[in-house]
């Protein structure tokens, strides 16, 4: 009998060791659970951390991708607008180089005329100008071509007709010495007058009508003082203006075309 209630108590109590043993491991594992989500959790925050880092650097780089964008187109658009510019200019330098040699053929052709005395050629506002004094041409308060005068702008016609697709202006210029006739109310009457009586010879010698002009400037524009008999003698004047061919400027195909649109909306 004692020896079955000893065995009893010793069963009892190696049944009460085994259950403290395995309590022991399980609050082991979870105190290494508790651990181990801990640094799980740190390592969360962590990568959230960067995460965040990422982000932030991904929305600069997003932001200079965009501005390297714009930068290159603006730098397209400064490479395009630097060749239209490139090929004007070289347009202008084949205009100018165009220009200078219709230039020296033009003094060469009236080299005679330029040696006696007759007439000056000359650039003013970049135009191509034969310069005629007026007292060669007319006597003082007269519109009427001298004998002299008339052939001096015959021959000089024969020598202008022949510059090919060109149109010329005859310009009159006073000094300011005011006239006031019946026939002559004003400066401006006199000046007009002497130009128109210049073309008339010039169409007599075979210029073509289409192909001339009149204009009168009276004295609005010197070229000399008129505080000077020889001032205001260089100021009365008959200037032969050719006409700039426009058509080989740059932008003149642009210019017509714009007036073509314009015209266009205003009919439409």
């Not at 979870?30 to 181990?36: E, I, T, V």
């Not at 200019?89 to 003094?107: D, H, I, N, P, Y």
């Not at 401006?188 to 210049?198: G, Y």
Request: one cysteine or more; hydrophobic letters at 35%; glycine letters at 6%.
């Amino acid at each position: 009998m004692f020896r079955y209630i000893l065995v009893s108590i010793v069963s009892v109590f190696l049944a009460g060791c085994v259950s403290s043993g395995k309590y022991e491991k399980l609050e082991e594992k979870h105190k290494a659970a508790l651990d181990q989500n801990v640094s799980l959790q740190a390592d969360v925050e962590n990568k959230d951390t960067k995460i965040s880092e990422l982000e932030t650097l991904t929305s600069q780089l997003e932001r200079r991708l965009g501005k390297a964008t714009d930068d290159k187109e603006s730098l397209r658009a400064s490479i395009v607008q630097m060749k239209q510019a490139l090929k004007e200019m070289s347009e202008r330098k084949k205009e100018t180089e165009r220009r200078m040699a219709e230039f020296r053929q033009l003094v060469s052709r009236l080299k005679s005329f330029t040696q006696s005395g007759q007439l000056t050629v000359k650039i003013v506002d970049g135009r191509m100008v034969v310069v005629l004094p007026g007292d060669v041409l007319f006597k003082s308060g007269s519109a009427r071509l001298s004998t002299e005068g008339g052939k001096t702008i015959t021959s000089v016609s024969e020598v202008l007709k022949d510059i090919d697709k060109r149109d010329f202006q005859v310009e009159g210029h006073t000094d300011d010495v005011p006239i006031k006739t019946s026939q002559f109310p004003s400066n401006w009457e006199l000046a007009s007058q002497r130009a128109a009586n210049v073309v008339k010879q010039m169409v007599e010698a075979g210029m073509p009508k289409n192909r001339i002009s009149v204009a009168s400037f009276s004295d609005t524009r010197p070229v000399a003082s008129n505080d000077a008999p020889e001032g205001r003698q260089l100021n009365r004047r008959i200037e032969i203006v050719i006409v700039p061919d426009l058509s080989a400027l740059p932008g003149y195909d642009e210019l017509n075309q714009l007036a073509e649109d314009a015209k266009q909306s205003g009919e439409s």
